[in-house]
C-alpha cells in the first residue's frame, strides 16, 4: 500500500518489479553457493562458474546470438554503451569522422558519442523526429556517407515509446558498412529480440527493466567487432598474460569482463528470462499492446491532455502533459493517489528541447498491470486537473 492505497505501479520503464523465483536465485547464490568464479579449481568455484556460464548460454538463446563469446556481462545498458563508444572510438573515430544519433535518445547513447566525437575531433549528427514521434528516415539516409563510422539509435524510445524500424534502418546501413548499435534497454522487455534477425552489430540491454535486478546487464557484440576492439577495462579476468613488458589479453568474451563480476547479478538475469520464457514474449507483448490501446483511447477523451509519441508502432507508455500544469505538480498529486509514474525529462533533455517541453509524466505498463489500474491513472488526473487547473 501506499497513502493506505493499494498501489498501481506504472513506472516499469524505470525499473520493473520482480518476481519472487528472481529474489530466490539471488538469496539462493549467496546461501548455497557464493564464491568467486574462473580459476578456482573447489567445488563452489566451479559450480558458480558453471552457473554463470550457463547464464551465458541462456542469453545468447534469448536474443538468438550466433556465439556464447559474443554475449558480455555488464553493469546496465549504460555500461554497455560507454564500452562500444569507447572502444570503438579509439579503434575507429578520428577527426572529419561522423557518428549518427537520433534527437530521441536516452542521454546514455548520447552523451558517450557526443564525448567521443568532441574529444577524436568527429561530428555528431542527430536525425529529428515528426510529430508522430517516427524518425525522420529521409534525413537520416541523407546523412549517412562514407564518413559515418557508426549509428547508434534507441530500439524503442523510453519517453514517445515509439519502435524504430530498426531492421531496415540496418539494412542500409550494411549496404554502406556502416555498423549499427542498438540501445535495447526499452525493447528487451517489450518484444522479441532477435539479434541475428535485425542484424545488428551491437546489442546493448538492462536485467533490471525486464524483472532481473539492478546492476547487471548485456552487451551483444558481432565477434569480428569485439575480436577487434580493444578491451574497455584492465585487470582480473580480462588478462591472459602480463610480463612488465607488456600485457596480452584474454580470448572472448573475458576480455571485456575485467574484475569480479556480479554473479548474483547474473544468477538473477538467469531466473528472470527463465520467468519471461514460462510466460511467452508473445503473450507479454500482446497483451502489453492491450493495455497502450486501452489507455490511450481513456487518457485521450480528457481535455487538454496531450500525449507525446503517436507513432503507430509503440511500445507499452504513454507520456503526457495536462494543460499547463507542470509534470512534476501533477506527478506529486497522481503519487497520493496512490499511482507511481515518473515525471521529469527521463533522461533525455535534447529531446525534451525538441518537444519545447520542462518534462513529461509518463505512465509505463507492464504485463502485470490491468485496465482497472488505468482507470485508476484517468481518476487522478481529472482529480490533477480539479486542483491544479
Not at 21 to 44: M, W
Request: proline letters at 4%.
Amino acid at each position: 500500500e501506499v497513502y493506505k492505497r493499494p498501489l498501481v505501479y506504472f513506472d516499469n520503464a524505470a525499473t520493473t518489479q520482480k518476481p519472487v523465483q528472481v529474489i530466490r536465485a539471488i538469496s539462493g547464490y549467496y546461501e548455497k553457493d557464493n564464491c568467486n568464479i574462473h580459476r578456482g579449481v573447489h567445488y563452489l568455484s566451479v559450480k558458480a562458474t558453471e552457473a554463470y556460464e550457463e547464464a551465458r548460454r541462456e542469453v545468447r538463446q534469448f536474443i538468438n546470438a550466433s556465439n556464447t563469446h559474443e554475449v558480455i556481462f555488464t553493469k546496465g545498458a549504460t555500461e554497455a554503451i560507454n564500452l562500444v563508444a569507447s572502444s570503438f572510438g579509439k579503434k575507429y573515430i578520428g577527426p572529419g569522422d561522423e557518428v549518427i544519433i537520433s534527437i530521441a535518445e536516452h542521454h546514455s547513447n548520447f552523451v558517450p558519442w557526443q564525448q567521443v566525437c568532441m574529444e577524436r575531433g568527429a561530428t555528431l549528427k542527430v536525425v529529428p523526429i515528426d510529430d508522430r514521434g517516427d524518425l525522420v528516415l529521409e534525413e537520416l539516409w541523407k546523412m549517412m556517407s562514407d564518413r559515418t563510422k557508426i549509428i547508434a539509435i534507441t530500439h524503442v524510445s523510453n519517453v514517445l515509446g515509439t519502435v524504430k524500424p530498426v531492421k531496415e534502418i540496418i539494412r542500409r546501413a550494411h549496404e554502406m558498412n556502416i555498423p549499427v548499435l542498438l540501445d535495447g534497454a526499452q525493447g528487451i522487455a517489450h518484444t522479441v529480440v532477435d539479434v541475428q534477425n535485425l542484424g545488428a552489430d551491437f546489442y546493448a540491454f538492462s536485467g533490471h527493466k525486464m524483472y532481473g535486478p539492478m546492476g547487471i546487464g548485456v552487451l551483444y557484440g558481432k565477434e569480428k567487432f569485439l575480436e577487434d576492439l580493444p578491451p574497455y577495462q584492465m585487470g582480473g579476468e580480462m588478462i591472459k598474460d602480463v610480463w612488465i613488458e607488456r600485457t596480452d589479453f584474454n580470448e572472448l568474451p573475458f576480455k571485456f569482463e575485467a574484475g569480479t563480476p556480479n554473479v548474483e547479478g547474473v544468477m538473477g538475469l538467469l531466473a528472470a528470462i527463465r520467468y519471461i520464457r514460462e510466460i511467452g514474449m508473445e503473450n507479454i507483448a500482446a497483451y502489453e499492446e492491450e493495455l497502450l490501446h486501452y489507455a490511450t483511447e481513456k487518457l485521450s477523451a480528457i481535455k487538454d491532455l496531450k500525449i507525446y509519441g503517436t507513432a503507430q508502432h509503440k511500445a507499452s507508455l504513454i507520456s503526457f502533459n495536462i494543460g499547463h500544469i507542470h509534470p512534476y505538480d501533477a506527478g506529486t498529486i497522481i503519487d497520493k493517489m496512490g499511482i507511481a509514474v515518473r515525471t521529469g525529462h527521463h533522461c533525455a533533455m535534447p529531446l525534451m528541447d525538441f518537444l519545447n517541453v520542462p518534462g513529461t509524466v509518463r505512465a509505463s505498463f507492464a504485463f502485470y498491470n490491468t485496465k482497472e489500474e488505468i482507470d485508476k491513472l484517468y481518476e487522478a488526473i481529472l482529480k490533477v486537473k480539479e486542483m491544479l487547473s
